[in-house]
């Protein structure tokens, strides 16, 4: 994965640093209990769960201005709208590893305070 372009979110944040780094550590604490929370949706058939899970990851990655990862999620979230679990899991792999990828990112550009 290519590394993450973090300008243009911290454009729409009036290029307010610290603003952008707390939205970060939100992301960062965020998406791996967003990511339970749908595979627990997936295991107990929960179609609402499973659409607010990934509606909420797909808007973490939006607030970040991350378009090209949060598309998986966005493909999620619809499958969850049309009630359509079963196909979810196949998808489930990839969204992880993109956003595990994203996570780490973060987590070095929060550690580092360097865009």
């Known amino acids: 994965m290519n590394k993450i ?3 243009p979110a911290l454009a729409s944040m009036d290029d307010d ?3 952008l780094f707390a939205v970060i550590a939100a ?6 209990t967003l990511m339970n929370q749908l595979d627990q949706a997936l295991t107990t058939n929960n179609r609402a769960e499973a659409e607010r899970a990934s509606h909420t990851l797909k808007g973490n990655f939006r607030i970040l ?3 090209n990862q949060q598309t998986v999620w966005e493909n999620i979230e ?3 709208h049309e009630d359509e679990l079963a196909q979810i899991p196949e998808l489930v792999p990839e969204a992880k ?3 595990q990828q994203v996570v780490e990112q973060l987590k ?3 550690d580092s305070r360097q865009l």
């Open 78 to 80: 619809k499958l969850a």
């Open 65 to 67: 201005q991350l378009q």
């Open 5 to 7: 372009n973090l300008r």
């Open 27 to 32: 992301f960062i604490e965020e998406v791996p």
């Open 17 to 19: 640093r610290d603003i």
């Open 108 to 110: 070095s550009t929060l």
């Open 97 to 99: 590893l993109i956003s």
